[in-house]
């Protein structure tokens, strides 16, 4: 997803409007419910992930006083690496039935 800006709480709601809450928001997402049918490695994997799951890979702005633009790189966190290799290998083993996609 590509956001043009992060203002306080606005991807939270909006993703908790749309039925989307991220994973680990205990306030705008709820406990986390894993879908019917999830294996054990993904459970077990969404309960140790005790953080929102949001994070930029790149910020980029104007310095306020010198009009410089100015860009930072973050690496995703291992934990989010984790986490979305275990969503991915779950939705590969159960992709056939899944009937909203």
Do not use: C, N
Not at 13 to 39: C, E
Not at 46 to 58: E, P, V, W, Y
Not at 69 to 83: C, G, K, R, S
């Amino acid at each position: 997803m590509r956001l043009e800006t992060g203002r306080t709480h606005q991807i939270r709601v909006h993703m908790a409007h749309i039925t989307h809450p991220l994973v680990g928001d205990q306030v705008y997402g709820g406990r986390p419910r894993p879908p019917k049918g999830a294996s054990e490695e993904f459970i077990s994997t969404l309960r140790k992930f005790d953080r929102q799951a949001l994070h930029a890979t790149m910020l980029r702005l104007y310095h306020p006083v010198s009009g410089i633009e100015m860009e930072w790189h973050a690496p995703i966190p291992q934990d989010m690496v984790d986490l979305i290799d275990a969503m991915r290998a779950d939705f590969e083993d159960h992709k056939d039935d899944v009937d909203w996609l």
